[in-house]
């Protein structure tokens, strides 16, 4: 039995846990907490260690999503998290501009931990005051060769999208291996 | 699609930067402290600016330029028969009593002087709203907008800004693929020439302030804003060490390859479509 991982990350509030709870064939094993201090307004619980979904491949392959907690008072979990995954997105809320910032600062840690492929989702693009991905792209400085994509973490179709776009960036990098 | 938020968050350089490299049309109005202002953009270039509640009217901008006495601009007020700008600058043209250079120039001034004023805004609620063109009736101009971020940076006085927006010194600098406006119709000072003498993909930016004698608030400043510009970019760690190996030059940055066989990929790809 082979396992293989892609971790969730992005800022506090940017639908992770939402994304994951979406496609996993398990109820996510999360580790929610009720929030205690005056991030409460914003939502009721927040993931304090990691979540853990799991998708069954096929008999002897499974793939786990990991969730990140989104508070910074728990970046040491970060690294752990990230250790041997294929690939990560990174969850953007694209309607709360006073968190691009820390989303940007969260990509540049987690490419330093290990140079795997990656996308960005701009998620709750449901919502009207979201930010559209291009735009995200030039606010995030993310590269032309990185993919930029429309996510509504809530609509398992569109979780799968950014899934399998992810995907096809792994295949292609292997691809380039073989070359 | 909308694009609100605080200038807390999202500086006027990144602002304009966004709307530069993005080539937007519409107003971006800025709300802060009591001022409200207005940004009117085409494709990405200025076309106008006001602050409500200031007289920009022609007159006023002509007397603020020196083109005409405050005796004059009375006169104007008080008995012109024209009622609009377009209106007003056709007749001063026609009565031979300014140049079309004179209105526009004094137009320009005034179009920069409201915006370098809004630049060192720290605080205060942004919304961009698109295809919105300035009234029909103003004269406007069309200005490259990475001049003015070269110059609204060079204003920047807080260094927490600088900090955040550029964290680490040991990157290597590399000039913008496209740069939308090439680098000689930008105006640069010196010190800014000094620095993109030495970009060269490798440099880092602490060697090239070292090399300069540049100390760190003003490399940051300088960077901060040929980055903003969309002049420079920064080289990514990766494509940093590769560059710095000395393989051969030319090829993307290549991401280290994930630990599988193509073959679990796949299987994993035809089991998500499944879903
Ligand atoms: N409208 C809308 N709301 C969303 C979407 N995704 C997530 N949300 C909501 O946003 C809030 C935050 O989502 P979470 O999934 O808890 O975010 P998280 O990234 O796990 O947050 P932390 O674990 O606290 O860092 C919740 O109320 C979600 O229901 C989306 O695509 N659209
Ligand atoms: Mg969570």
């Known amino acids: ?179 | 699609m909308a694009l609100k938020g605080n200038l807390r968050d999202f500086s006027v350089t990144q602002l304009l930067n966004l709307i530069n490299l993005a080539r937007k049309t519409g107003v971006l109005t800025i709300e802060s402290d009591g001022t409200t202002a207005r940004m009117y953009f085409r494709e990405g270039r200025l076309l106008h600016a006001s602050i409500a509640g200031q007289d920009d009217q022609l007159t006023a901008i002509l007397q603020k330029a020196g083109k005409i006495t405050p005796e004059q601009a009375q006169i104007i007020r008080t008995r012109s028969q024209v009622h609009t700008d377009k209106e007003l600058g056709l007749l001063l043209i026609n009565a031979g009593y300014l140049s079309q250079d004179d209105i526009l120039s004094s137009v320009k001034q005034h179009v920069l002087d409201v915006v370098y004023y809004l630049f060192p805004f720290a605080e205060g609620r942004f919304h961009f709203e698109p295809d919105q063109l300035p009234p029909a009736d103003r004269i406007t101009v069309s200005l490259d907008l990475e001049s003015i971020i070269m110059e609204g940076s060079r204003r920047i006085k807080e260094w927490e800004r600088l900090h955040e927006e550029l964290p680490d010194l040991d990157v290597a600098l590399k000039f913008a693929e496209r740069p939308r406006t090439p680098l000689r119709h930008i105006n640069l000072n010196v010190d800014e020439w000094r620095v993109i003498s030495f970009i060269n993909g490798r440099n880092t930016i602490r060697q090239i302030a070292q090399h300069n004698g540049m100390g760190e608030f003003q490399i940051r400043k300088i960077v901060y804003g040929l980055l903003a510009a969309g002049l420079v970019e920064l080289v990514e760690p990766a494509e940093q060490k590769r560059r710095a190996e000395a393989v051969p030059a030319g090829g993307p940055a290549q991401p280290a390859k994930p630990p599988v066989k193509r073959n679990v990929i796949m299987r994993i790809i035809d089991r998500i479509r499944r879903i």
């Open chain 1, 1 to 179: 039995m082979q396992n293989v991982k892609i971790v969730i990350t992005g800022p506090f509030a940017a639908g992770k846990t939402e994304f994951i709870r979406s496609i996993s064939e398990i109820d996510v094993v999360s580790t929610e907490r009720r929030i205690s201090d005056n991030s409460r307004v914003v939502k009721e619980e927040t993931t304090v260690a990691m979540d853990f979904g799991r998708i069954t491949i096929d008999q002897d392959l499974v793939l786990y999503l990991f969730g990140t907690p989104g508070q910074k008072r728990f970046d040491f979990m970060w690294e752990i998290l990230s250790e041997g995954m294929l690939g990560f997105v990174l969850m953007v809320d694209s309607t709360k501009s006073e968190t691009f910032r820390e989303a940007r600062q969260i990509l540049d840690v987690f490419k330093k931990y290990a140079g795997v492929p990656f996308v960005v989702a701009a998620n709750k693009q449901d919502l009207p005051d979201a930010w559209s991905p291009e735009d995200l792209r030039i606010a995030l400085r993310i590269n032309s060769d990185v993919k930029v994509l429309p996510c509504v973490a809530r609509d398992k179709e569109s979780v799968k999208h950014v899934l399998l776009e992810l995907l096809y960036t792994i295949l292609e990098t292997l691809e380039e291996g073989v070359s």
